[in-house]
């Protein structure tokens, strides 16, 4: 079968890690017998470089004819200045909603091999598996922002705003993805204090007690699951939550993973297309150097096979072929243990490779 997808590299590390997905997907077509057409687009701080936009009209026509979307990074001190007009960040958010993806899954393991590169205590780690899913394209992320100079100086705002229907989605999203694992549901929020955490909290309770009577359901507050993500790791299955809990408590978890550098995210709305990206960003400081690790980004083009393309087999190819590289310690210095030497990306999407044809 052919199959198109977009490849937008972005900034930073962006084009190293994309390109060592794209070997990996041409290497796992190979073996399977599926062609992956792929074009490249602009996006975030090398786009407003080359068009005075984050996202040009003709990135988004892409995306939106091709079957997936795989992407890098986005962002770097050249475009820093937050009192910019166009940021290279408008990209990502940009083609996160114009494509209607509201579905944000960050999934949150650790491989045997990989727990003593963890910050964390080796006994909390164990059975660690859980996927967050995150709201994607709503709260204060797209509310209306104000920024204004009132009598006693200047005032800003970002409005967050949940409608019941954009909670409904994701918590059906969620409540499917639970029904598929070990059945267990975690609503975070911070009903405590804020009002679209209870609209939240009440829409998820009803939806749960009438449509999905067979999760274990439980509710926390954010402040909470932050400590208890540390203190007690294996006890999440599925979390759901708001966009910008999300975004922070999957920053925190992916130091469950050893590394910001082994987590990948699954973009996705309602239909089959969807936007496949590493959960880090564009990592400035080691850009060029050819030091960071891709295996975020060749994970996650194993979700693209698997939920954009329905392609399982080749996704578990991928995920193993991963597995594989970082049991025979070939690794980049992010996860490389004391006594282990790193090795470069491009040493390790060949060893990806390599372990693909096995
Ligand atoms: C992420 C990133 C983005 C976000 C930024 C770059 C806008 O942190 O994908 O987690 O906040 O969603
Ligand atoms: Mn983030």
């Known amino acids: 079968m052919d199959y198109t997808i977009a490849v937008l590299a972005g900034d930073g590390i962006g084009p190293e890690v994309t390109a060592e997905a794209l070997k990996v997907l041409a290497a796992v077509g190979e073996r399977f017998g599926h062609r992956f057409a792929t074009q490249q687009g602009l996006i975030g701080g090398i786009a407003i470089d080359s068009t005075g936009s984050a996202l040009p009209e003709e990135t988004v026509a892409l995306c939106k004819s091709s079957d997936a979307v795989l992407l890098g990074a986005v962002g770097g001190p050249k475009w820093d200045n937050p009192d910019a007009n166009v940021r290279p960040e408008q990209g990502l958010l940009g083609i996160r909603k114009a494509l209607g993806l509201y579905a944000n899954l960050r999934p949150v393991s650790i491989h045997p091999a990989l727990i003593d590169s963890s910050p964390l205590k080796a006994d909390r780690l164990a059975g660690v598996d859980m996927l967050v899913v995150r709201e994607l394209t709503g709260g204060s992320y797209f509310g209306e922002k104000r920024r204004e100079r009132g009598e006693r100086g200047e005032w800003a705002s970002d409005l967050c705003i949940y409608h019941q229907h954009e909670i409904e989605r994701i918590v059906r999203a969620a409540g499917e993805l639970a029904r598929g ?39 926390m507050l954010v402040d909470a699951c932050a400590m208890h993500l540390i203190r007690r790791p294996a006890d999440f299955d599925v979390i759901v939550t708001e966009n910008m809990f999300g975004d922070i408590l999957t920053d925190e978890a992916s130091m469950l993973a050893g590394s910001m550098g082994m987590l990948p995210s699954a973009s996705l ?59 025979a310690g070939i690794v980049t210095g992010d996860i490389a243990k004391p006594g282990q030497t790193p090795v470069g990306t491009s040493v390790v999407g060949d060893a990806v490779v390599a372990r693909l044809a096995m």
Do not use: C
């Open 181 to 219: 694992r070990r059945k267990k549901l975690t609503l975070v929020d911070k009903a405590n204090v804020m009002e679209t955490s209870r609209l939240w909290r009440s829409l998820t309770t009803r939806i749960v007690k009438e449509e999905f009577a067979d999760l274990s359901f439980d509710v």
């Open 269 to 327: 709305g309602t239909g089959k297309m969807g936007l496949y990206e590493p959960i880090h960003g564009s990592a400035p400081d080691i850009a060029g150097q050819g030091k960071a690790n891709p295996l975020a980004t060749i994970l996650s083009s194993a979700m693209l096979l698997r939920h954009s393309l329905g392609l399982e087999e080749a996704a578990r190819a991928i995920e193993s072929a991963v597995y594989a590289t970082v049991e």
